[in-house]
């Protein structure tokens, strides 16, 4: 049996939301030949790979004072943001020949 539930960032899950999830974790994973288990040699070797594909490269960028502490209000993980309107702008010309 499948449940699903969304969350909204800042909700809580109910008590009975809670309950099924610990009922879940107690469970045991179940492999079959559509999902068979993966050997230790392979799960090394996907994690490796995720790790390739998530490195980042860090950069120096000189940005006002304004800017940062904008960016700054907007929390934890406010360089993810800076990284994703930078990525955003780049996809879109329009936006980009507004900055130039």
């Given at each position: ?34 999902c ?10 996907l ?54």
């Amino acid at each position: 049996m499948k449940i699903t539930s969304t969350l909204k960032p800042g909700d809580k899950p109910a008590t009975g939301q809670l309950e099924e999830i610990n009922r879940a974790a107690g469970m045991p994973v179940i492999s079959d030949e559509d999902c068979p288990a993966y050997s230790p040699e392979q799960l090394a070797y996907l994690c490796a790979e995720a790790r390739k594909r998530n490195v980042k490269q860090t950069v120096g960028i000189r940005l006002s004072k304004k800017t940062i502490e904008r960016y700054k209000a907007l929390g934890k993980g406010y360089t993810g943001v800076m990284a994703a309107v930078l990525e955003y702008s780049i996809a879109h010309p329009e936006i980009l020949k507004k900055a130039l």
